[in-house]
């Protein structure tokens, strides 16, 4: 069956800071995969999504970044930290083929 | 690009009672339509979907329907309990170049013992 993980669970980090979020995928080839970012309380913002190893849409202009080395690593950066960058940041995958996605645990993120 | 309303923002009903939440999608392209419910802290977990060659769908409590013509998609949910208290969010989704899913902003529900 497929897994997905995301790490680290929780972060805490100063503004004008780097970031790197990493999400991967167990269990299935070739997934679709998608950066996803939601603030307290409200609802679920695409970021990026990717078809395949180094193919990355952006959907938001903003100081984040994706990159997908591996077929099932899909990271998510800054290289420097807003306050306005907190929230809960989700990784979703879907088979290439189907469109249901499925989302990893989040890594929350404050920005202080 | 799609954008997808939800309505409403929150909804309060009586155990036993039915809840029903509305969106509405602007990409006539969208061919796909899931819901999510996300309890507090965790994420969203997929409980019904819909394709736009179906109208309605059901799954025990749960129902979606979609109206094509009109854009819009509803998901009902029959004699509610306390544990369907959640953030409930609709999406619609369609190919650009890759599949793509557009949230609506969720609908927070509370059922009342």
């Known amino acids: 069956s497929q897994t997905i993980h995301q790490w680290p669970a929780t972060l805490v980090q100063p503004v004008g800071s780097p970031l790197s979020l990493e999400c991967t995928v167990e269990?299935?080839?070739?997934?679709?995969l998608y950066w996803y970012r939601q603030a307290a309380g409200r609802g679920l913002q695409l970021l990026f999504y990717?078809?395949?190893?180094?193919?990355i849409s952006s959907e938001v202009p903003q100081n984040l970044s994706a990159s997908r080395p591996q077929d099932r690593q899909f990271i998510l950066s800054s290289k420097k930290l807003l306050l306005s960058d907190s929230g809960f940041y989700l990784c979703?995958?879907?088979?290439?083929?189907?469109?249901?996605?499925?989302f990893g645990p989040g890594t929350r993120l404050l920005v202080l | 690009g799609e954008n997808v309303e939800q309505h409403p923002s929150t909804l309060s009903v009586q155990e036993g009672d039915s809840a029903v939440i509305k969106c509405t999608y602007s990409?006539?392209?969208?061919?796909?339509f899931p819901w999510y419910k996300q309890e507090l802290g965790k994420r969203p977990q997929l409980i019904i979907d819909?394709?736009?060659?179906?109208g309605e769908k059901k799954d025990q409590r749960i129902a979606v329907t979609l109206n094509k013509t009109a854009k819009h998609f509803s998901l009902h949910i029959t004699e509610t309990q306390p544990e369907d208290s959640a953030v409930y969010f609709c999406?619609?989704?369609?190919?650009?170049?890759?599949?793509?899913?557009?949230f609506g902003a969720g609908t927070r529900l509370f059922v009342k013992a």
């Open positions: 990409d006539s392209a969208s061919n796909y």
């Open positions: 979703a995958w879907s088979s290439a083929n189907l469109e249901t996605q499925y």
């Open positions: 999406a619609a989704g369609l190919y650009t170049g890759g599949f793509k899913t557009i």
């Open positions: 990717s078809v395949g190893i180094g193919q």
């Open positions: 269990g299935t080839s070739n997934p679709n």
């Open positions: 819909i394709r736009s060659n179906v």
